[in-house]
């Protein structure tokens, strides 16, 4: 197939929304463009999609697509230039930063979005400074405050699965 986008990295995640690809990982250079370790690109022809926020200063792990908003986690601490402790979202009709920022003091290896909760996974032991959640936590879609959900995980989150109602 002529569909071949080149990424000088690592690719560790992808979503698909329509005709667009998601990629998140450890690169800094897709189809010759500037990219930092996250990007989109076409589904139909390979190209890239204008993304003016995609800069992660560190590894994109994990990534969801839930009610218009892309959300990711990682190592980061930054997206874009603003700080997203490991935990950022975006728009999907335009790609835009939003203020959804979990801030944790781990890395989010796993992410899942629904509906009405964003629930994130990793080797993280706090939320937002100074709540305890070991390795588990969920979210509002649309805001930094952390739910009652307190799983108490024991060891580092790095995959989870949405069944019906039930992770």
């Not at 990295?9 to 897709?30: E, H, N, P, R, S």
């Not at 908003?69 to 999907?92: C, E």
């Amino acid at each position: 197939a002529p569909w071949n986008p080149v990424v000088n990295g690592k690719v560790f995640t992808m979503a698909v929304k329509g005709d667009t690809l998601y990629a998140g990982g450890v690169f800094t250079v897709v189809n010759s463009t500037s990219r930092s370790n996250l990007a989109a690109v076409r589904i139909s022809t390979g190209t890239n999609v204008n993304w003016s926020a995609a800069f992660a200063n560190d590894t994109v792990r994990c990534m969801s697509l839930n009610s218009g908003r892309l959300y990711v986690g990682g190592d980061f601490t930054q997206m874009n230039g603003a700080i997203r402790a490991r935990g950022a979202s975006f728009t999907v009709s335009n790609h835009a930063l939003t203020s959804w920022a979990p801030n944790t003091n781990g890395p989010v290896r796993s992410i899942v979005a629904t509906g009405t909760a964003v629930y994130i996974g990793g080797s993280f032991t706090l939320v937002n400074g100074f709540t305890v959640r070991n390795r588990l936590a969920a979210f509002p879609p649309t805001t930094n405050t952390p739910q009652a959900w307190n799983p108490n995980a024991n060891g580092v989150v790095r995959a989870m699965a949405l069944l019906g109602t039930s992770l």
